[in-house]
């Protein structure tokens, strides 16, 4: 191999290394996670629209609790919505309560998987964001298998998703207390 031939190789590995890491549309590291800033291109990435100040046929809320071992992880306020900008994705969040707003001018069904695209953190059956072990999954405090994204968004339904070690035992926290306007 000559000194060129060695060269090129060295600059295509530098150049490929730098472009193995995830994209900027999602996060990687361990939380918290912000919310993200371009509110369009979020939801749009999403499959969603914003329906600020439409007539709505569906407003249904669903709890998110996320836990890296015992450790809770915040829901950012403002995922998809801002006042300001007279933005409001169909999926959004107010506050830092993990409650997440669906609010839609159309009935359609809306899934967990669509939020965390809208977010910016990656999801699957193994990690969420970067946090990767064993991922244990509730949904109204039943055990669920598979991949959590396409869990729907239902009105009071309880998603807990639980990172821990592998070979240690995930545990299901006490189910969320729906503030009275939720009821």
Known sequence: MTLRSVAVAVAAVLLLSGC???GADTTRDAPPWPRPTDLSAR??????GNVWGERLAEHVHTHLTILDGDDPVTVPA???HSAEREF?????THDTSGIVHVESPTEQTFTLGQFFDEWGVSLGPEHVGGLRGELTVWVDGHRRIGNPRSIELTDLRQVVLVVTGVGEVP???APFDWPPQYD
């Open 88 to 92: 409001a994705a169909e999926i959004h």
């Open 171 to 173: 545990r299901l926290p």
């Open 43 to 48: 939801a749009d990435a999403a499959g969603l």
């Open 20 to 22: 193995s890491s995830p």
């Open 78 to 80: 403002n995922v998809g």
